[in-house]
């Protein structure tokens, strides 16, 4: 698809995927934390939100490309404990 006059629609799509993609890297090292104090319930429940996050980025993303955006390498966030 080429790509169209849409900069607020392609603006608010980057930051929902950018948002997407910090909250993947931050609900994994959550669940990275709980496995390493020993409570793997809860580090199986980051791991699904993680997931979820996951798939909203894909979805994103696809419609990103599809507008004809070039997103480059993504950052991935720094995790502070």
């Known amino acids: 698809m080429r790509k169209q006059n849409t900069p607020k629609t ?3 799509l980057k930051m ?3 948002g997407r ?3 993947f890297h931050t609900y994994m090292a959550y669940a990275q934390k709980a496995n390493s104090e020993s409570y793997p319930n ?4 980051f791991v699904a939100l993680a ?12 419609l990103l490309v599809e ?3 070039d997103l ?3 950052q ?6």
Do not use: C, D, M, W
């Open 51 to 62: 997931s979820s996050e996951r798939s909203h980025a894909r979805n994103f993303r696809s």
């Open 72 to 74: 480059g390498e993504t």
């Open 21 to 23: 993609i910090r909250a």
């Open 42 to 45: 809860i580090a199986n429940l």
């Open 67 to 69: 507008l004809g955006v």
């Open 10 to 12: 392609i603006s608010v």
């Open 16 to 18: 929902a995927y950018e």
């Open 76 to 81: 991935i966030p720094q995790i502070k404990e």
